[in-house]
């Protein structure tokens, strides 16, 4: 496409909005101090916090029944890298990249790493699709894949995720995120035990081929294609095959992959307790939507999975080494803001987090004083951190305002116009 972002835009848009936001920081600095807490340290925090953004969530995504198509989207892994860069040049918290294959299957991947270095990105992880049929595929997924019960299947849907190990040895990525369909939609249509079998049988073949210093992820979910029995339902399986499988298998927590009024908090913490925490697709669900924009439902609930995480890091619990993905799909707004938003309301439960007063939290606990423990936790949700998490960005390069600087820039307006839409039509997520 060739053309950025310009760092000069973003400038001279914080010097408007810098003064105010600097009295903004100092008052809330004097609120914390009287709480016995540095400021500083906490806008350290926000300004190294990291969060991967998927390479499929700057593409326009669909429901069941459609799909429209939104002006400017990429036609390419390349045009998607250039919308990635837009949104790490805004918030400076997302450099790395999740691949997912083959929707985004690079031809030539040493230059693709060369792109990607040049744009100030890194590709932090694989995931692999064997939940649709490809216009090159030998054999159909309809009834599984890693699960099915015909092993040629099995197998060529083993060699793809071998595939994607070896496109991401290359990419120099950390992990590998191995998410199936596999299920049923029919009582007795599948044998449950057995499918199960199957399927952690596949996930052996796939994990003696990890590249050294990768991490396998298994990604479970409640429902969806298969609406009767998935084959990775839970928590409780994706734990028991990660322990199954040897010490570089985890669970991934997708945070709209559970049942309504799931206490996904708890979940984290007994996978940190078990030591099979790999990582998390930070999303938001309302009914059977489970990739809306991070926070945009149940920010406490993210706040609390963040209260978790913080509390681990701060325990040093051995092992605890999650990795951080946002896996959404915008259906009616600009990709591009929607992966802006979701970013920094990470930042904000992270920083949030960290103003948990936990000796308060433990006395509380001790005591048995549930007002008092469920109030220590309210009174780090209920304070604004907005100015530490502007002040981050601004002192990082990035934009003190980025949705309004991303719309004054006329980015998507240019993309539009470099990027001529293709007539496309029918229903799908993809």
């Not at 991070?294 to 605890?320: M, T």
């Amino acid at each position: 496409m060739g053309f950025e972002l310009d760092t000069e835009h973003i400038a001279a848009d914080n010097r408007r909005h810098f003064a105010p936001l600097q009295d903004d920081y100092e008052h809330l600095g004097h609120q914390l101090a009287r709480r016995g807490v540095d400021i500083e340290k906490l806008t350290q925090r926000a300004m190294a916090f990291r969060v991967a953004v998927p390479s499929w969530g700057v593409g326009t995504g669909g429901t069941r029944f459609a799909r429209f198509p939104g002006p400017g989207e990429p036609r390419n892994i390349f045009e998607k890298l250039e919308d990635c860069q837009v949104v790490f040049t805004l918030v400076r918290s997302t450099p790395g990249i999740s691949l997912h294959l083959p929707w985004d299957r690079p031809d030539r991947v040493a230059e693709l790493r060369q792109f990607a270095e040049r744009c100030g990105l890194f590709f932090d992880s694989t995931n692999s699709n064997t939940f649709q049929d490809q216009p090159d595929q030998k054999l159909s997924y309809k009834f599984g894949s890693l699960a099915h019960i015909d092993s040629a299947v099995r197998l060529q849907a083993i060699e793809h995720n071998l595939e994607c190990l070896a496109i991401g040895a290359k990419l120099g990525v950390r992990a590998h995120t191995v998410w199936i369909g596999d299920g049923g939609n029919f009582p007795g249509q599948i044998h449950l035990r057995q499918s199960l079998a199957r399927y952690l049988e596949s996930l052996r073949a796939i994990y003696r081929e990890l590249p050294d210093g990768c991490r396998l992820f298994i990604e479970h979910k409640l429902y969806e294609p298969a609406f009767y029995a998935t084959v990775l339902e839970s928590w409780g399986t994706s734990y028991y095959c990660a322990r199954e499988l040897g010490d570089r298998a985890f669970s991934l927590v997708d945070l709209g992959h559970h049942p309504p009024s799931t206490n996904v908090e708890q979940i984290v913490a007994r996978l940190i307790q078990f030591g099979k925490l790999g990582g998390f697709h930070f999303n938001d669900s309302m009914y059977g939507d489970d990739d809306l924009d991070a926070g945009s439902i149940k920010p406490f609930q993210l706040f609390l999975v963040f209260n978790e995480l913080v509390d681990a890091d701060l325990e040093h619990v051995p092992g605890f080494d999650p990795a951080y993905m946002l896996d959404q799909s915008h259906n009616v707004t600009d990709p591009i803001e929607s992966l802006v938003t979701s970013a920094i309301e990470l930042v904000r439960a992270y920083v949030q987090a960290h103003l948990v007063d936990r000796t308060k939290l433990a006395d509380a606990q001790a005591s048995n004083d549930p007002i008092m423990a469920l109030q220590s936790l309210k009174d780090a949700f209920n304070t604004d951190v907005r100015p530490i998490l502007a002040m981050a960005r601004h002192r990082a390069g990035g934009a003190i305002d980025p949705v309004a600087v991303y719309r004054a820039s006329g980015y998507r307006q240019r993309a539009a116009k470099a990027r001529p839409a293709t007539a496309r039509q029918g229903a799908g997520i993809v």
